[in-house]
């Protein structure tokens, strides 16, 4: 019995579980793509240039493929929601309750594509039969102030769990599932690498909210007495991990910031300025520095973990385009 257990193990940095024991069911990209049925292509190849982070391949091709079939499932999952509410409503005997967004989240690595994800579902979804609402909120505004960081000698921790303002992110994740109006979410400048005073954007009683960032879904330890903890998690109705072997994710991270210190760096303004004046060899050291004393770290304790708690599962290539897809079984 054991040996047979110990001829399954795989390396869960790099691979999907075989189906037989995972709680998922994988598929190749080719295979996906049929799935989209006769889901009408809805963008255009310039509004996905206009889409795409810096280094992101993603086209048409890859929209089609991929996205298309996604927003299909994701309609499916939407309607059913509705139809859940509607008996539970009758169930509850409560008929002037009027439905909540639905909310989806996206995590994964930083360089890892997550931005260029959240952007083409929210154009795909905005665009279906009866056009509903569609916001996206990211949680870089809902980091600690850098002087905040500073003073708690964080900054070389941001991005990790400790660096957000986790209530206030609880307190944004419930209003808008209460349906309140007029929430606002804290803005970020990645111009200025900190979060933006007093500024804000207002979210009001959206159809559907996507809610991106690293550590979404992130756990904390239970309470020994039993007492309720949210986590941010638990505001989602369906959950989207993009996944990537990690020299993959390595290289698209030192490519990106190479790309940046020619680009967004050259600004004065930018708090990555000094990296615009040093020599390449240096600016690659520095990448690469950061990459290895940050954001490997932040993979392997925090956000790669998560990974099991998706709905669904992304597995990028060397090309930075999906190759397989995993979706957990009902």
């Not at 996905?48 to 996205?67: A, C, F, G, K, T």
């Not at 927003?71 to 939407?78: G, I, M």
């Not at 790669?304 to 669904?312: E, F, G, K, S, V």
Request: proline fraction near 5%.
């Amino acid at each position: 019995m054991n040996d047979q257990v110990n001829s399954t193990t795989i390396d869960t940095r790099n691979h999907f579980e075989p189906d037989d024991y995972s709680p998922y069911r994988s598929f190749t990209a080719e295979r996906w793509a049929e799935f989209r049925a006769d889901t009408p292509l809805t963008l255009t190849q310039d509004e996905v240039s206009r889409l795409r982070s810096l280094n992101d391949p993603v086209d048409l091709d890859e929209v089609r493929r991929i996205y298309l079939s996604l927003s299909r499932l994701l309609y499916a999952h939407v309607e059913a929601t509705k139809q859940l509410f509607e008996q539970r409503k009758q169930f509850l005997s409560v008929p002037d309750v009027s439905k909540t967004p639905f909310i989806i989240g996206i995590a994964g690595s930083v360089a890892v594509g997550k931005s260029t994800t959240a952007r083409i579902l929210k154009e795909l979804l905005t665009r279906w039969s009866g056009n509903p609402k569609v916001d996206l909120v990211t949680t870089d505004g809902f980091l600690l102030p850098n002087a905040v960081l500073r003073r708690e000698s964080l900054m070389d921790r941001k991005g990790f769990p400790e660096s957000y303002d986790v209530a206030t992110v609880l307190k944004f994740l419930s209003d808008i599932k209460a349906g309140r109006p007029h929430v606002q979410a804290p803005c970020y400048s990645h111009l200025t690498y900190d979060v933006i005073p007093d500024k804000f954007v207002t979210i009001d009683r959206p159809d559907i909210l996507i809610f991106e960032g690293i550590n979404v879904l992130q756990v904390r330890d239970l309470p020994e007495d039993g007492k309720i903890v949210p986590f941010v998690s638990d505001f989602f109705d369906f959950s989207i991990y993009i996944d990537a072997q990690e020299e993959q994710i390595h290289n698209w991270y030192v490519d990106r910031f190479m790309r940046l210190r020619e680009t967004a760096f050259k600004n004065p303004d930018s708090f990555f300025h000094r990296y615009s004046t040093i020599s390449e060899d240096a600016a690659l050291a520095i990448a690469n520095g950061l990459w290895n004393n940050i954001n490997l770290r932040n993979l392997r304790e925090n956000i790669l973990p998560t990974r099991p708690r998706a709905d669904l599962i992304l597995r990028k290539g060397a090309d930075h385009l999906i190759e397989q897809v995993a979706l957990r079984k009902l």
